[in-house]
């Protein structure tokens, strides 16, 4: 197979995997994939998954990445933070809560981290539309009020008022995007009286 009729065909794909070329063209030959990143024409990001090369990563695209190359995950903790401007420093991670293990990967594309919570604790994400010209879909990525819940319930050592100034947070950007009520609701369905005590101490930490 030429390359320019396959790129043709997936050009608006973020992402794409070895199965959704076979269903396209069922007679593909995999070695032809090594040979095209041998190239320079594709990356392999994990497992059956590959992007073209020279096609620019924007956030949304590594979003979409994170969410496809370990499944089911939804985008969170510091990446969502700074998705809503809840920082201002840069994030040279995509960071991700899933319901398998602990893990991350080191790609081509970027670095994805991935952290786990039980089954019970996955929820509380936002379903968003990638931009018009890509076939990848929809990325998940957690709500202004679940980021901040997970990034507390995975991050134990932040105890007191002091702690949270290292993030630097922006408390502005916070109170136009989340909904308190809400994140209280999300506490009482969470039912951890050592989690509903540190956002009471981080809330405190609002000038």
Do not use: C
């Amino acid at each position: 197979m030429r390359f320019i009729a396959f790129q043709d065909v997936f050009r608006d794909y973020t992402i794409f995997s070895t199965n959704e070329v076979e269903k396209v063209f069922p007679a593909f030959d995999r070695k032809v994939l090594v040979a095209w990143q041998k190239k320079g024409y594709l990356q392999k990001i994990r497992n059956n998954w590959y992007r073209f090369a020279k096609r620019p990563l924007h956030e949304e695209d590594l979003f979409i990445i994170a969410n496809k190359i370990y499944h089911p995950s939804y985008v969170s903790l510091e990446s969502a933070f700074s998705y809503y401007q809840f920082i201002q420093e840069g994030v040279f991670r995509t960071t991700s809560i899933s319901t398998l293990k602990t893990t991350h990967f080191d790609t081509p594309a970027g670095y994805f981290q991935y952290r786990n919570v039980k089954p019970s604790l996955f929820w509380g994400y936002r379903l968003i539309r990638q931009r018009e010209n890509s076939l990848s879909g929809w990325y998940k990525i957690a709500s202004p009020e679940k980021a901040v819940i997970d990034f507390l319930y995975l991050n134990p050592q932040y105890e007191e008022e002091a702690d949270f100034d290292g993030l630097r947070f922006n408390w502005e950007a916070f109170s136009a995007q989340a909904d308190l009520g809400k994140m209280k609701r999300y506490l009482r369905y969470i039912k951890s009286p050592a989690l509903s005590d540190r956002m009471k101490k981080f809330l405190h930490a609002q000038p």
